[in-house]
């Protein structure tokens, strides 16, 4: 079976801190993962596609890095509004294609 | 701009069928290269895939609920639409309708909409 794993579940940070959120799947799908963002009642905004390809409009302190089986989402400086849900996505197989989740929040 | 809507009843008896449809605005469901589906999100919990459609008419459905899943389009309309067969309490959530990018790579969400199961 296909899996994947995002992590922390859950992380506290204060604003102007560099977080990292790690996703990882069991089999190698090359470049074929996206980052998104979602705030509490609201649809998620993709962030980032192919692994490390920023979204038009997506401010620069979003990176996305990794291939294969490991894949990293790092916000290099927090801003207030990036406060949120963070999931991951494989679109490599039609299973399991979100991760569980990693919520942001303020320390 | 692009802009989805989802529309349906927000109240479902069990084993009775879920029917939603998506009202597309700003776009065509027959542009090439795009996929049009669905994603939901029980209470308080992580996000599924459930399916999309392509311009041309393919569909994609998540393995787990491919037995129960329907997704089609109204181009007459601009809208696609999805069917869920025999629900349970379990399919309860917020039904989000989306441009893809690919199949499953959503791109541009509607609000959401939620629909309880209960009876």
């Known amino acids: 079976d296909f899996q994947m794993t995002q992590s922390p579940s859950s992380l506290s940070a204060s604003v102007g801190d560099r977080v990292t959120i790690s996703c990882q799947t069991s089999?190698?799908?090359?470049?074929?993962l996206n980052w998104y963002q979602q705030k509490p009642g609201k649809a998620p905004r993709l962030l980032i596609s192919?692994?490390?390809n920023l979204e038009t409009g997506v401010p620069s302190r979003f990176r996305g890095s990794g291939s294969g089986t490991d894949f990293t989402l790092t916000i290099s400086s927090l801003e207030p509004e990036d406060f949120a849900t963070y999931y991951c996505?494989?679109?490599?197989?039609?299973?399991?294609?979100f991760g569980q989740g990693t919520r942001l929040e303020i320390k | 701009q692009l802009q989805l809507q989802e529309s349906g009843p927000g109240l479902v008896k069990p084993s009775e069928t879920l029917s939603l449809t998506c009202t597309v605005s700003?776009?065509?469901?027959?542009?090439?290269?795009?996929?049009w589906g669905w994603i939901r999100q029980p209470p308080g919990k992580g996000l599924e895939w459930i399916g999309s459609?392509?311009?041309?008419?393919?569909?994609y459905y998540n393995p787990s609920l491919k037995s129960r899943v329907t997704i089609s389009t109204d181009t007459s309309q601009n809208q696609f639409s999805l069917r869920l067969t025999s629900v349970t309490a379990a399919d309860t959530a917020v039904f989000f309708c989306?441009?893809?990018?690919?199949?499953?790579?959503?791109?541009?969400w509607g609000q959401g909409t939620l629909v309880i199961v209960s009876s």
């Open positions: 192919d692994a490390s």
């Open positions: 089999h190698d799908i090359t470049n074929y």
């Open positions: 459609i392509s311009y041309s008419g393919n569909t």
């Open positions: 700003g776009g065509s469901v027959t542009i090439s290269g795009y996929y």
């Open positions: 996505q494989q679109y490599f197989d039609f299973v399991n294609t």
């Open positions: 989306a441009r893809h990018v690919t199949a499953t790579t959503p791109d541009n």
